[in-house]
């Protein structure tokens, strides 16, 4: 009888991660051999190794739905796979598909034609996909650098641009310090504990008794947590992201609005919910925080913004204070809350950034500023009717899909008694509908002396514009299939 080698089965639960790997492999090889031959005159790879790296995006979806292994611990204990990973590694790999899709013409557009765009994109997916199945805080902390360092890259991808150059460059230097500060609370918790493994954090919280913490401990876990909410551009943490989203070229913006927000909310969720749920450890109180902070600079910020992605920037620092205190409910309610604010949430920014990418004007211009959109139900009444269901699901317009997510995460708070930040939610939500409003305002009744005339967008572009407007229409038709798949995510963590 011959015997399995060591991690044979752990391969195939990660075969997703496997491929993937191997695809970036073929790839960059690929790239590295024809973009620098002679004989075929430097080709520009841009385009190809994109749509290359789409097709194994959608390779690996299909190995992460239908994988042989649905639920197990591996690697010893330091990769796990269950309903809430395979949840949001869809989540992530269509947000990331939807990206790209997207982003075919503006590279070409911004002459971001190297075939390095592809391949580092496969590769900060990667890291994420490990993110999302961490087990342990080693692997943790890998998976968040094999991600940042790629991320650093894309900030910075187009060099001719000088705001391309310092968004690049803030994003590394406050990047490189929040990782520092994530390393010092691994390093605390591990000589506190003596261990890195997750499910030992909760078995000691547990099974030990423990009353009280000691400070090391406290001190490590509000570092890992720093950490973590630096990444995801939570208030207060947040001041490197509105000049990011406004100096990366908008395909990597949109790519960073997505992404690494799902990925880093299934880490943290597992840390929160998993490891640190029995410790007496006031993890609780400090989202809550942070998630009051984002609500208010979320509101408050884009109400002075002037600039597309800016405004969209500080939406997004809005949107992660409502995940924020759903997570911090420490409930099956919350969590389940979560997943569905996520996915909802992934839609209209696909479709406000998908607008903004589709929408070339015949002279070359892009719309930058608020004002760029005047007429624009007029001069293309289809993406403008996007642009402003987006806008109304992103304000929690009933009855749209924002809607439901943020009556799931009031609800939620309310059941675990957080009654006054469920009313700060409320009231920012109102306040956000200002600016909200305003730009639907600019779409359709702001008058302009200068009419623009855009191009057709691509059918890439159309082809995720329509699924993303589809599933915020739809969900109100039809919410079974989202509610479940968040359902089944959030009692793979809370059982």
């Not at 080709?43 to 194994?56: Q, Y």
């Not at 030992?200 to 001190?219: D, K, N, R, Y």
């Not at 799902?262 to 490891?275: D, I, N, Y």
């Not at 009031?410 to 306040?431: I, K, N, P, R, W």
């Amino acid at each position: 009888m011959t015997s399995l080698p060591a991690f044979a089965l752990d391969l195939w639960a990660l075969l997703p991660e496997v491929f993937l790997a191997g695809a970036l492999g073929v790839l960059l090889s690929y790239g590295v051999a024809y973009s620098t031959s002679t004989a075929r005159a430097f080709p520009l790879l841009g385009r190809p190794t994109l749509g290359l790296a789409l097709w194994s995006l959608l390779l690996t979806a299909g190995l992460v739905a239908h994988g042989p292994i649905t639920q197990a611990l591996l690697c010893a204990q330091a990769f796990q796979v269950d309903a809430a990973t395979t949840w949001a590694k869809l989540l992530l790999l269509g947000a990331t598909g939807g990206a790209g899709l997207l982003s075919g013409r503006d590279l070409a557009r911004q002459r971001l034609a190297a075939f390095e765009y592809g391949p580092l994109v496969l590769l900060a997916v990667l890291g994420m996909l490990c993110m999302v199945s961490s087990a342990d805080l080693l692997t943790l902390y890998l998976s968040l650098e094999l991600q940042g360092l790629c991320l650093y890259v894309l900030a910075a991808l187009q060099r001719t641009s000088p705001f391309a150059a310092e968004a690049g460059l803030k994003y590394f230097l406050l990047g490189a310090f929040s990782s520092g500060v994530f390393l010092l609370g691994c390093s605390l918790l591990y000589g506190t504990t003596g261990t890195t493994q997750w499910h030992a954090f909760a078995t000691l919280g547990f099974g030990g008794g423990q009353t009280e913490v000691s400070p090391a401990l406290l001190l490590g876990v509000l570092c890992l947590f720093v950490g973590l909410l630096f990444k995801l551009a939570a208030a207060p943490f947040h001041v490197w992201a509105p000049d990011v989203y406004e100096g990366a070229p908008t395909p990597v913006t949109c790519f960073f609005a997505v992404a690494p927000k799902v990925a880093l909310l299934a880490a943290l969720m597992r840390l929160a919910l998993q490891s640190f749920y029995e410790f007496a450890l006031p993890w609780q109180q400090g989202l809550l925080l942070c998630s009051l902070l984002s609500l208010l600079v979320g509101a408050l910020g884009a109400m002075a913004q002037s600039h597309l992605k800016r405004l969209l920037a500080y939406s997004s620092i809005g949107h992660v204070g409502y995940m924020l205190l759903a997570l911090a409910c420490g409930t099956l309610e919350g969590a389940q809350a979560l997943h569905l604010y996520l996915a909802f949430y992934l839609c209209t920014a696909l479709c406000s950034f998908g607008v903004l990418l589709a929408l070339q004007g015949v002279g070359g211009g892009r719309p930058r500023m608020l004002s760029d959109l005047a007429q624009l139900g007029v001069a293309n009444p289809a993406l403008a009717f996007t642009l402003a269901v987006a806008l109304f699901s992103m304000a929690g317009i009933p009855p749209l899909a924002g809607f439901l997510g943020k009556w799931a995460v009031f609800g939620a708070a309310l059941g675990a008694q957080y009654y006054g930040l469920a009313v700060v939610g409320v009231l920012t939500s109102v306040v956000s509908c200002f600016y909200y409003l305003r730009l639907v305002q600019v779409l359709y009744f702001e008058p302009t002396t200068r009419w623009v005339s855009y191009h057709r967008p691509p059918w890439s572009a159309a082809l995720v514009l329509g699924l993303a407007l589809g599933a915020l229409l739809g969900a109100v038709l039809y919410p079974s299939p989202i509610f479940m798949g968040a359902h089944r995510a959030a009692l793979a963590l809370c059982a």
